[in-house]
Structure formats: structure tokens, C-alpha cells
């Protein structure tokens, strides 16, 4: 009986929905970090194209968030635009936190429901064991892949902007 219970179980399949919500949340949290390096690279503002992938690659998206932020207010006098980027790096940050939670949690979806099952358990030092236990609607995640979308927007607006008005025609 036990067996036939955790067979039928282990056969459920995923609802593709959710598999794409949570695969989009991935992709567009891939190309926000893409963006984040790449206006990096322009501020960095080198004609070795190898100099701003060696200095990015490595680095946590915490790390891009905070590095694109100093070399811009070295860069940047005018206040208004140092809040506006901070305003909008503060968001990455936000959106770090919620993607590293879908990624990072263990899930349960089947054809026939519209949500997923998010359980995620931790034990730190400070707070000691900690279980999260949640349904999550599929448009839930089509919204943060949606937000991380415009997010990246934003930033390679910014970035093509600082690219346009920084470089000397040629």
C-alpha cells in the first residue's frame, strides 16, 4: 500500500504552467544580471572588451548591485539621477530575495492545480529550525517574471543613455 501511495505520488506530473512560470523567473532573472554587468562595462568605459567580463564574471549579483552603484556615483554628479538608479537597484535587490526563494525551495505542482506547493526549511544560529509551508499561484510567478522583465528594461534603458551621452562620436 506504502508503495503504491509514493508511486502514484512520484508520478504526478508538474503543471506546465508553473514549470514555465518558474523557468521564466529564472531566464529574466538571468538577463536582469546580464544587464546589471553590461552597464558595469560601460562605466568602466574600456575599449578592451575582455576588461569588464573579467571584472564582473565572478561577482554575486549582491556584489553587481553594489558595484554598478559606486562606480555610477563616482561617475554620475547629478543627485537626482544617483536616487533614481538607487531607487531601482534597491528593487533589484528586492527581487534577488524573491527569486533566490523560488529557486532555492522545494516544490509540488500537479496538471490539475493552478498553483504549487513552495515548502522550504532552514536552521541558523541566530533563528534555529525554520519551515515555510505555502501555496503559490502560477500567475504569482508570471508577476515576478514580469517585474524582473521591467526591471531589465529599466536598467538597459539607463545604460544605453549613459552610453549615448558619455561617448565621444566618432
Known sequence: MAKDLIASFLSF??????????????????????????????????????????????????????????????????????VELKAILTKCSSLEIQRNTIIHSEWTSAEMWNWARRRKVTSKFKKGLHKEDERVGIDELKNLAEDIHSVMIIISKLSFKWLVEHRPAT
Open 13 to 82: 506530473k508538474p503543471n506546465p504552467k508553473f514549470l514555465e512560470a518558474v523557468g521564466r523567473v529564472t531566464v529574466e532573472f538571468a538577463k536582469l544580471e546580464a544587464e546589471l554587468s553590461g552597464f558595469i562595462v560601460v562605466l568602466l568605459d574600456k575599449p578592451d572588451t575582455e576588461f569588464g567580463p573579467i571584472v564582473t564574471s565572478e561577482l554575486s549579483f549582491k556584489q553587481l548591485v553594489q558595484l554598478l552603484m559606486s562606480l555610477y556615483q563616482h561617475a554620475n554628479s547629478k543627485e537626482d539621477q544617483i
